[in-house]
């Protein structure tokens, strides 16, 4: 997976990194993946920076500026930083007023900004001095980061840039042990990665240096973090390697569709009592032990009902007031409920008992390997429910009319499958479904 589609960096976006453990690299690794990209810093780089783009313009004047359009056509990627700093051998930061007519370019351009806005001399962890991180108040995507080779170091380490901060931080006296909880700790922290977060702007945190026996590690930091409302994402990756990102873990959310009329079955199917609990509370609980949060009901027909069958479980319960429009109509009831804090969200079907935990972790695990912006089941050659929906399609989600549901999404993006048994095939419309049903208590 590329580490741009990984952190969600579309044209026209301006993205700091902050932190430690590889900022360079995953500029330069963005870079390389998008053309065209513009780069800056409001700190310094070192001289070796400089070949972190094709052409490099330092403090430039207005001229220089006018042409960097024209740069980014002929080679693709501009760095733009201030004068040399003397004695010191580092590029500064451009003035304001440059940084400013860049995130223009940007816009105009479809260039995404890269912003390298933190120092670290070489580090993989730091806490920000009262100076740092310089993020601009324009950035709409901030990236901290660190590196998981200081995992099992002391604070005060090679490994630790500013650790008195750190310990500061932590609590901790600085001879401290960092595990997997005090890592996530310092980037959760408004002292540490998420200080100098512009409000508005997306966070999405990434670990470099993810190596195979560090991947259980990075997956505890990674649910720990997703407890921070703020961060919206982890990314697990090794920066080196020739594929850089092993996971992105996300919040996946569940919307259960329990609104429909069940005309055909002559009941509310929803109700329909199977090993001693209704079908849509088996929806609910494969939904809750697959991990997705928040857990969303949708209603419509019998709705007071429905409700009570539910009491005491920890979901969110709305009512869809045109469910008789169709099916759609609950999609975007649902959808509305998570899309802002969501990076995917798995609807599911409130008549099919078979739909288990183990599928939709199976489904949330694919996502977290591929990003894809579906990925669906696959039973006996037939596409089967239920379905992942990654963020980028939750636009056509919206505009999605009559009974169909999210099926028509399928010929407009890329799905990835997951082959299963085809007992998740049955569902209950009928009185004949209902009666295979029984016969299987």
Known sequence: MLLSRALRIHPGQIVAFTGAGGKTGAIRRIAAELRPTLITTTTHLGLEQAGLAL???????????????????????????????????????????????????????????????????????????????????????????????????PIHSDWVHRPDRVALILAADDSAILGTREIAQLLASPEGGLKGVPRGAQVRVLLNKVEPQRLDAGREIAGLLLDTPPIQAVVLASLAGEDPVHEVHGRVAAVVLAAGGSARLGEPKQLVEWRGRPLVWHAVRAAREGGLTPVVVVLGEAA?????????????????????????????VGLKQVESSAEAVIFLLADQPFVGADLVQALVERHRQTSSPLVAPRAG???????????????????????????????????????WGDSILLDVDTPSDLAKLRSLE
Request: aromatic share 6%; with cysteine; charged share 25%.
């Open 304 to 332: 007071d009902r429905v409700r009570g069958s539910l009491v005491g479980e920890p979901v969110n319960i709305v009512e869809n007031p045109a469910w008789r429009a169709g099916q759609s109509s609950s999609v975007h």
């Open 55 to 153: 052409h490099h313009l330092v403090d430039p004047g207005p001229a220089d500026l006018q042409r960097i359009p024209e740069y980014l056509e002929q080679q693709g990627t501009v760095l733009v930083t201030g004068p040399l700093l003397e004695g010191e051998g580092k590029w500064t930061s451009p003035g304001d007023q440059v940084l400013e007519f860049l995130v223009e370019i940007a816009s105009k351009e479809g260039a995404p900004l890269l912003i390298e806005a933190d120092g670290a001399r070489g580090r993989s962890l730091k806490a920000p001095a009262e100076h740092e991180p310089v993020v601009p108040s324009f950035a709409d995507l901030v990236v901290p980061m660190a590196g998981l080779d200081a995992l099992e170091k």
């Open 381 to 419: 050659g037939r596409r089967a429910n239920p379905v992942l929906f990654d963020q980028v399609t939750f636009a056509e989600l919206r505009g999605l009319e009559g009974d169909r549901g999210g099926r028509s999404l399928f010929e407009q993006f890329d799905c990835e499958w997951i082959e």
